[in-house]
DNA sequence: CTTTTATTGTGAATGTACACACAATAAGTA
DNA sequence: TACTTATTGTGTGTACATTCACAATAAAAG
């Protein structure tokens, strides 16, 4: 396990090489450096090495980086070596627009259970291949079995904070939050909250102070 | 016009003590001061004045912040003093979760207008009171006639340039980008990326490095 | 009117992240 | 094997962000 801390932006920012690799690999292109890896995903060479120094050495000198194995390398640091299941709490709108989005298997990220007050047939119906919906009483049962430890909150705000609650008894240990409530969870408990109006009234501030509606 | 420049991250706090204020207006606390409401919003007290002094002096000495005006104050800041209209492209899974998404309205925002490649019943059922779907072909038009500033990009990934590239024609000048794309547009737009991959994968991140799955 | 109290607004100190510049070094070449 | 070239990995300086600590000051109390 690493001894240092590494900076939350370094992550991010690996997550963005990582993509990045992903387009290089299939264009065909074997070898990389960071100047020219930097050029493309907009960010500065040396930040790029510094970033990867937290983790060890990567590169050739005087060649650069091989492109797969950099890839392999930065999907095990970030445990994207292995299929994570995920469970989603809410089948609402956004629940039902998260189950359609096909970007999360290419990162490795499955949706294997679903959770709703509520099962329909209009729930039902939205259940793609390999995930099942069950009723929320169920929520500590299911996840426990399958030993989930990935979660999605995509209820009411009103219901997030309870829900985690419960997310955290049944074992997840992290959280990707769609509701504008920050959650309150024990520290063992990584949560990244996804917050829609706050990224539109960051949109509106910088607007008004160049066009000054 | 503000001479000096403000960190985002900010613009960012002055959202989360916005939503604060909301609340504990609603709660009918008429002062609070920047002690407490750093407890509530978990933000250090000497921060938050800090955030504030950018823009002015609103409190009073020994004192605190008058909640309501505080709240007016920092919502004319941002620009959110009066309605934003926003346009949505893009009315899949995704787009016809964030028609039904309550939460812009109480942010001031309100989707005014909508654009798909298919205008057919399905999609024109999910459109809520006040909003009209139209044709992408329409988008130049429709933006242009109605001057609105500010969109967001709800498409397949493999489109969103394209879709960023005719809103800017239009006179967008705040994008708020779902695709997974880093988009290229002139530097007097700005854009704030959602990528779930990247939130996601930031959280498998922290999660191995603690549970070693 | 003066003193006390509470809390802001802010200069200075600390901590963190970024970018530069170069020594270290791997691979290719003579 | 010695030399050249390209590019990494990293020590160092700089800029930026956060926190501390206190002087300034508004309101309340005497």
Same mark, same amino acid.
């Given at each position: 396990m690493r001894k240092f801390k590494v900076p939350e932006v370094t992550i991010f920012r690996l997550s963005l090489y990582l993509r990045c690799l992903s387009e290089l690999e299939e264009e065909g292109v074997e070898v990389i450096s960071s100047a020219e890896l930097g050029q493309r995903c907009g960010i500065n060479p040396a930040q790029i090495r510094k970033d990867l120094a937290y983790f060890g050495e990567f590169g050739t000198r005087g060649v650069g980086y091989y492109v797969k194995d950099l890839k392999e390398d930065i999907k095990r640091i970030m445990g994207l070596d292995k299929e994570w299941e995920v469970a989603? +709490?809410? @089948?609402?709108? =956004?629940?039902? /627009? =998260?189950?359609?989005?096909?970007?999360?298997?290419?990162?490795?990220?499955?949706?294997? @259970? /679903?959770?709703?007050? +509520? +099962?329909?047939? &209009?729930?039902?119906? /939205? %259940?793609? &291949?390999?995930?099942?919906?069950?009723? /929320?009483?169920? %929520? @500590? &049962? +299911?996840?426990?079995?399958?030993?989930?430890k990935l979660a999605i909150i995509a209820v009411h705000f009103s219901e997030a904070q309870k829900v985690a609650d419960v997310l955290v008894e049944a074992g997840i240990k992290g959280i990707l939050n769609f509701a504008p409530v920050r959650l309150n969870v024990p520290k063992d408990v990584v949560v990244r909250h996804i917050d829609l109006g706050v990224e539109l009234e960051m949109l509106t501030f910088f607007l008004s102070a160049r066009i000054g509606k």
């Open positions: 989603l +709490v809410g @089948v609402g709108n =956004l629940g039902r /627009a =998260l189950l359609s989005y096909q970007g999360f298997k290419r990162h490795g990220f499955k949706i294997s @259970v /679903a959770f709703d007050k +509520v +099962v329909d047939e &209009e729930r039902l119906s /939205a %259940m793609p &291949e390999g995930c099942t919906l069950y009723h /929320a009483d169920k %929520m @500590v &049962e +299911v996840i426990r079995e399958r030993k989930i």
